[in-house]
C-alpha cells in the first residue's frame, strides 16, 4: 500500500471507531476475554462433535465465522500477534517464530526467554497496551508478547510463561482479576491454551490424542463460563486459534544439504517454510541452486505471493522455501537428531489451505445471536476487541468488517 493510501486508511479507520471510547457518564464496556486455543482447527467441530458441547452452544449464541485465516507463515508467534495488534509480521516484526535480526545482528527464538522479554522485537500496539494507554487496566495469562514492555508498557496483571501451572490456578487467577475494585478490573484479558498443539504435532490431527485435547480444551471453556456465572460475572468471549494443523511425516522430509551448500548460507529457520540469507554469492543464485527442489519451491521474497504481506522488513530473509502441505525441509544434521521422534503434524504452511484455518468464536452481551460468516483474516479482530471495549484502535492492517457482522449496535 502506498503511504498515501495507507495515511487515509489509518485516519478512516480511526473515524469509524472514534465513538469507540466511553465517554463520561456512560456504561462501561463488559470486560473481554480473548481465549486462545493452540492450533483448534476450524473443523474440529464436525470430526469431534461429542467433544465440543460448550464451543457449539457459544457459536449459537454468539457470533462466528466459518474459518479463521492466519498470516503467513501459519506458525504460533506471528498470528498470536497479528490477532492483538491487527497487523501482518511484516508490520509488527515477528516475521516467524524463530528470525534473524541483520541490523541487531541477534537472533530470535520462540522458546527462550531471553528473546521473548526484549522489547526491540515487538512493534505495534497489542491490545492490553492500547487498553492502558487509555486508562483501562488489562491482563494477559501466557500470551505471546505480553512478557515484554511494548511502548515501555505491561499488561497491568501478567506473569512469565509457565505452563506448568494447572489450569484450575489458572482459572482462579483470572476470577481473582474480574474481582477487582472496579477501577483496577482488567477490560481486556488475553488466555492462552495450548493442549491442541502438543497433541496435534506429537499424534497428528486425525488422532485420539486430538480428540481427547479438544475435548480438554473445551472443558476448560465450560470451566470459564461456569466461574463466570457462579460469581455473578458478565464478560464477553472471543475464542480463536492461531492456525491449524496438517499431517506430517519423516518420509516427507527436503534435505537442504542435497540442494546447497549450506556452509555458504545463513538459515534463518525452517520446516514447512524455510529462510536462507547468502553469505557468497546472490539470492538469486540460491534460488536457481534450488529450481529442482521436489515438493517445494524457491522464492525470492519479491516474488512471493502479495496476499503474504511480506515487504518491508529487514528481518524477511531475501529468498523464502514454501513447501508443499504435508512436507518439510530440513538440515541433514537436524533430522538426523530427531528423525526417531519425528512429528505427525505441523502447520507454518499456505494461509489458503484449508488445514491452516483456526476458528473465531465471539460470544457475550455485545455480539449478536446466531451470526455466521464466511472466513476471516485474523488481522481483523484487534478492530473488533477495540469496538467491543470501546477504545481507540491504534493503526493496523485490518477493517471493521467484524465489528459490522458481529457487534450489537
Not at 497433541?199 to 465450560?222: F, M, N, Q, T
Request: a negative charge; glycine letters at 6%.
Amino acid at each position: 500500500m502506498k503511504p498515501s493510501l495507507r495515511l487515509f486508511a489509518v485516519l478512516l479507520v480511526a473515524v469509524l471507531f472514534n465513538g469507540c471510547t466511553t465517554t463520561p457518564g456512560a456504561k462501561p464496556a463488559p470486560p473481554l476475554i480473548l481465549i486462545s486455543m493452540d492450533a483448534f482447527r476450524w473443523d474440529y467441530f464436525t470430526k469431534y462433535p461429542e467433544e465440543t458441547p460448550h464451543l457449539r452452544q457459544l457459536m449459537r449464541e454468539g457470533s462466528s465465522a466459518r474459518a479463521l485465516i492466519p498470516v503467513y507463515p501459519s506458525n504460533t508467534f506471528p498470528n498470536h500477534y497479528s490477532i492483538v495488534t491487527g497487523l501482518y509480521p511484516a508490520h509488527h516484526g515477528i516475521i516467524n517464530n524463530e528470525m534473524f535480526d541483520p541490523v541487531t545482528k541477534s537472533v530470535f527464538h520462540y522458546n527462550r526467554p531471553a528473546s521473548v522479554h526484549e522489547s526491540q522485537w515487538w512493534g505495534g500496539e497489542p491490545i492490553w497496551v492500547t487498553a492502558i494507554k487509555q486508562g483501562r487496566p488489562s491482563a494477559a495469562s501466557f500470551w505471546v508478547g505480553s512478557e515484554a514492555a511494548i511502548e515501555g508498557v505491561y499488561p497491568t496483571f501478567w506473569k512469565h510463561y509457565d505452563y506448568t501451572i494447572p489450569f484450575e490456578k489458572r482459572l482462579d487467577e483470572l476470577a481473582g482479576w474480574l474481582n477487582q475494585p472496579a477501577e483496577q478490573q482488567p477490560a481486556v484479558i488475553c488466555f492462552y491454551l495450548e493442549e491442541t498443539n502438543s497433541a496435534g504435532h506429537k499424534y497428528g490431527p486425525d488422532s485420539k490424542e486430538v480428540a481427547a485435547a479438544v475435548k480438554l480444551l473445551d472443558g476448560r471453556i465450560g470451566a470459564i463460563r461456569d466461574r463466570l456465572k457462579a460469581e455473578g460475572r458478565t464478560a464477553n468471549l472471543v475464542i480463536v486459534s492461531d492456525h491449524g494443523m496438517t499431517p506430517i511425516s519423516r518420509d516427507r522430509v527436503i534435505l537442504l544439504d542435497d540442494y546447497l551448500d549450506l556452509s555458504s548460507v545463513q538459515v534463518d529457520f525452517f520446516g514447512p517454510v524455510t529462510g536462507l540469507r547468502p553469505l557468497e554469492g546472490s539470492a538469486e543464485s540460491i534460488v536457481r541452486a534450488l529450481s529442482a527442489l521436489p515438493h517445494a519451491r524457491a522464492y525470492l521474497t519479491q516474488d512471493l505471493p502479495a496476499r503474504f504481506h511480506l515487504t518491508g522488513n529487514d528481518r524477511i530473509p531475501p529468498v523464502w522455501i514454501m513447501s508443499d502441505e504435508g512436507w518439510e525441509t530440513d538440515t541433514r544434521r537436524h533430522f538426523a537428531a530427531v528423525r526417531e521422534k519425528y512429528m505427525h503434524g505441523d502447520h507454518g504452511f499456505d494461509p489458503a489451505l484449508d488445514t491452516m484455518h483456526g476458528i473465531l468464536i465471539a460470544s457475550g452481551p455485545s455480539f449478536k445471536s446466531g451470526v455466521v460468516i464466511d472466513p476471516v483474516e485474523n488481522i481483523h479482530i484487534y478492530n473488533l476487541l477495540c469496538a467491543a471495549l470501546r477504545l481507540s484502535p491504534a493503526p493496523n492492517d485490518g477493517d471493521d468488517r467484524l465489528v459490522r457482522a458481529f457487534l450489537r449496535e
